[in-house]
């Protein structure tokens, strides 16, 4: 574009008129926030490298722990997040082709892809709203040892992991969670488990074919499997039983697996948020015609680098997270 | 602002006749990349876990190779990094690259010395 007539004042140099490296000033603006903003989320992902790094042995396996897939049961290790890949990598190409149809006034193709764009942002972030609910309600469930260590279990026979509701046994106990009120004021607990530690016990000892699979990787890349001697051995380390995953606890291993996990996509499901919020409100700039009166789209230029970003940061989260 | 776009792509050895056909062709190997990872992720071929390079699974360095190729394409083709000058170019994308690498060697290298402390030392952590 040549000129600007928004406020008259952008040709001269102090009001914005100066192009440095050829970029107008927003959009230069905009490349060193998306610098910035890279640099966070590379210290992000690299302190992950760092604590993976130092607890390299014992690090949950992603297969295992991302399985699910909405309305499908079973084991479908990676489906659904390279899904939401292909969602956030489809809505970048509807917003490059808004960014075209800008660059050629064609203003209800600009609508029509922006409207794309913001579905596909929509479809991402409940994807991951939903992540982020089956992580947090866990599937089988696990013990804790006095090291913080995690014990999971195994189905001798068939090799499967086996949920605590598969063996526990229901005893005839009362279980009461414990509130602020009742006791020390400053412990609770966050949530009660389904089964208390005793009756994990007492079913473990009942049900021979349990065995009990530690945080160790092996050799051959799996965790290690306890023969049932060893197991019944481990089983005194037990101190509480977890399902799920929070802040303090994870029932699939390292806890910091999962502080990262809510970290990092936390922040970028956050980035993907906001960016879905700066698009409807360019959206409607552009039904309204403000940028048809301006004479050019350049703002859809600039939000577009704002989510193109936004996708960029996702291809490594995925990588970083999910593959490798 | 620059009207004309730069149709090629892999250096020229596939020309688009326009930027809206550049832009499918390049959603289109951005998807058979990640259709790629993903195949290799479900299937883990043991050739590919079995053997290192430089303590890294030769997996795991198709991951981040095949990352990086993304990474180019979407900073290239969808922000219009192939259209900018080549000052602004490098200014955008050789600083973070430079602090990032320097971030990643010193973490990773005091992560791997923890490590050994924990495995070495006169610690109990595993109880």
Redesign the interface.
Known sequence: ?DTTVTTGTEDNVWGGGNRP????YGK?MM?FF??SD??TF??FL??Y??????????WPIA?EVFTHVPFFHGNY???YV?FM??IL??S??T???A??AG?RMMKNRVILYMFLTIIGGAIFVGSQAWEWATFIKGDYGALE???G?ILQFVNAETGERAALADFSKILPEERVKHEKSAGIWYQEEGYKTSYSLNEVIQGFRANPNILIRTE?INEE?EKTLLTRGESLEKLK?AVLVVEGANLIRNEYGSRLFADFFFFITGFHGFHVFSGVVINVIIFFNIILGTYERRG?Y?MV?KV??YW??V??VW??V??FF??? | MAHEHKLEIFRGLLKFRSNTQKIWGVLIFLSIVTAVEVALGITKPEVLTKNYFLGMKLLNWIFIILTLVKAYYIAWDFMHLRDEKSSLRRAIVWTPIFLVCYLIFILLFEADYIYNVFKDGFLSWDF
Do not use: N, Q
Request: net charge negative; aromatic share 16%; no cysteine.
């Open positions: 574009m490296l050829g970029a107008s230069l490349w998306i610098v890279a640099l590379s210290g690299v302190s490298g760092f604590s993976r790094f130092k607890f390299i042995e014992t297969d290790p990676m489906y390279a890949t292909f990598i489809m970048s190409v917003m490059v082709l960014v075209d660059h040892t006095k090291g260590r160790t890349g380390d050019h350049e230029e577009g680098l193109h970003f996708d960029l291809v490594f995925f990588t999910y593959l490798v």
